[in-house]
């Protein structure tokens, strides 16, 4: 069975995989099952169905948030904070 842990791993990929993401966003289906994930049905719906300018979006915010916490964080193990 899938769990929420499953999807982020996709999203994860997404946000990693510039190709990855290109492909679920054109066929969530294949691309989920060529990458190894299993995902249920009630998910894949989900990917088939989301909005893309959304989902990307929301890619390039997590990934601004993720580069400004690691920023942070060398900022104060380098001690320039």
């Given at each position: ?53 959304k989902f990307e979006a929301g890619l390039v915010d997590l990934d601004q948030r993720l580069t400004m ?13």
């Amino acid at each position: 069975m899938a769990t929420h842990e499953d999807l982020r791993a996709v999203a994860g990929k997404a946000l990693a995989d510039p190709e990855f993401r290109q492909k679920l966003l054109d066929d969530p289906e294949a691309a989920v099952k060529e990458a190894g994930f299993t995902l249920d049905p009630a998910q894949l719906k989900s990917l088939k169905e989301m909005d893309k300018k959304k989902f990307e979006a929301g890619l390039v915010d997590l990934d601004q948030r993720l580069t400004m916490a690691c920023w942070g964080k060398a900022q104060h193990i380098c001690g320039w904070d």
